[in-house]
């Protein structure tokens, strides 16, 4: 069996200009980071603040910032294995105990959503604030509007490690990378639309 050495040579050249060209992308975007998985909604007042799971403590103390300005009178946490480290960090911050409701199953943002939404629904919340970390902040929304479009969420991410001069100090690069790989899977298998 013979090879076609030119047809062979063209294939080749093709993949490698599309590896590179993937790079370029990558890297791009990963200078610009910031601005493409980032979304903050803004000052808004809600019925129910959502504390995501993970991070550094920023989380819970974003949430308890966001709770003394009077956006929403109640949190509800949602993480395995974050929920006693973080229900902490909200009462030391002076977050009233019966202000704390907890979600300790879910493994996963999807998670996050669907089992936090009878909570929801139980409490008639309309006006809903999503507490995560600035990276995790545009994949978190999207997917909670996903499953529940009929209530309105909005995004109050914290900023922990925002400047890429932090990224290496925090050790935030790699979740980084992983968000710009876990934003196209969830729209792949979940339908859940970034943008």
């Given amino acids: 069996m013979s090879l076609n050495r030119p047809r062979l040579r063209k294939w080749l050249g093709a993949f490698a200009l599309g590896l590179a060209l993937l790079l370029v992308a990558w890297g791009l975007a990963f200078q610009n980071a910031k601005r493409l998985l980032s979304q903050d909604s803004g000052p808004v007042k809600a019925d129910v603040i959502i504390l995501l799971g993970g991070g550094w403590n920023e989380r819970p103390e974003r949430a308890a910032e966001l709770f003394h300005e009077q956006a929403a009178p109640q949190i509800i946490l949602t993480g395995r294995g974050d929920c006693e480290t973080n229900r902490s960090v909200l009462l030391t911050a002076g977050v009233p105990p019966d202000a704390i409701e907890s979600e300790c199953k879910s493994r996963s ?81 979940y339908g859940v639309r970034p943008w």
């Fill in 109 to 189: 943002t999807k998670e996050n959503a669907l089992f936090t939404l009878p909570m929801l629904r139980a409490k008639g919340a309309h006006r809903v604030i999503l507490v995560t970390t600035w990276y995790h902040s545009r994949r978190a929304l999207a997917c909670f509007r996903h499953y529940a479009p009929d209530i309105q969420f909005y995004s109050r991410p914290s900023f922990y490690g925002s400047e890429r001069s932090e990224w290496k100090s925090k050790s935030i690069s790699p979740f980084i990378r992983k968000e710009f790989l876990k934003i196209p899977g969830y729209w792949v298998c």
